[in-house]
């Protein structure tokens, strides 16, 4: 991405791409209808995958050049300004994380327990998290027309929005359909929004930006999980889901407090150089502080 699309683009492709996970979920539909019996050799079998796919980044993903040319300047350490927006970032990743939690884990029980569904039925509560999970592509430009914390409150809400219509009607296939569908929305559209804020709070450092809000909100969820489970055992699933639909709305209130991107579109269009060469020059700056470009002699500002 760094090599062929331009800066300007990055926060929508990573979206894209992230929204593009949502296939997966869908394709793990057929898993629960016809191996729900066989779920071991399920698990083999995905697990497979995973080294297939490891392996094949290994060799088709090209690495880039790490020698640094002479002139170009050191990298700017982060500043305490950006290290504040990761963290206030990542505390909206690990809430929404931690509220994800009751879905993605006892979504199934809940509708199997408490709506006394066949367990095959929650093949369409996947299908419909990964249909719906397609639409977080578009997060960016919402994200862009409405200011990223707006989308944040308006996602986090529909989040905890699916919590409650699941709680409510877990007997109902149909509600309970359209409660995934719900919630792979927003889901995908939050985790593609802490991806592209990530992204641009740190311009110069694309491989680090996203990670500390993506750990989070695996963290959130490790520790969403255990709670959940605690409380369904004594208050029982439904009461549990509309306490968690309650810390989202808190939450998504809080959203004033999401981190703003910092100043550093271009001011105008600009040609630009590609390749993996180039998209690792342009993470490098010279003794000027602009954006290192050894062929052209070009400098873009952020």
Known sequence: MQALVRRSLHGRVSSVMNAGTSVGVMV?????????????????????????????????????????????????????????????????????GFVSAAFWI???????????????ATGWLWLGVGFAGLGGAVVADLADRNNPPVTQALMLMTLAVSLALLAASPDNLVISAFSALVFGLAYMSLTGLYLMTGIRLLPGRL???????????????????????????????ADVFA????????????SPFYPRYLEYEPEEETEEDTGLQAAYDYQLQDEEGEPYSPVTGKTESY
């Open 243 to 254: 306490m968690f639909c309650s810390i989202g709305i808190v939450v998504a209130m809080l």
């Open 106 to 120: 006892f979504a199934p029980d809940l509708v199997v327990n408490l709506g006394s569904m066949p367990s095959d």
């Open 207 to 237: 491989s680090m930006g996203p990670v500390l809000p993506f750990i989070a909100v695996s963290l959130g969820q490790a520790a969403g999980s255990p709670v959940v489970g605690l409380l369904v055992g004594s208050v029982g699933y």
């Open 28 to 96: 793990a539909v057929p898993t629960i209808l016809f191996l729900a019996g066989a779920w071991r050799y399920a698990y083999a079998f995905f697990a497979v995958l995973a080294v297939i796919g490891v392996i094949a980044t290994w060799f088709f993903i090209p690495s880039v050049s790490r020698v640094v040319p002479a002139n170009a300047a050191p990298v700017q350490p982060i500043s305490a300004d950006q290290w504040w927006r990761l963290l206030r970032l990542s505390l909206f990743a690990f809430m929404m």
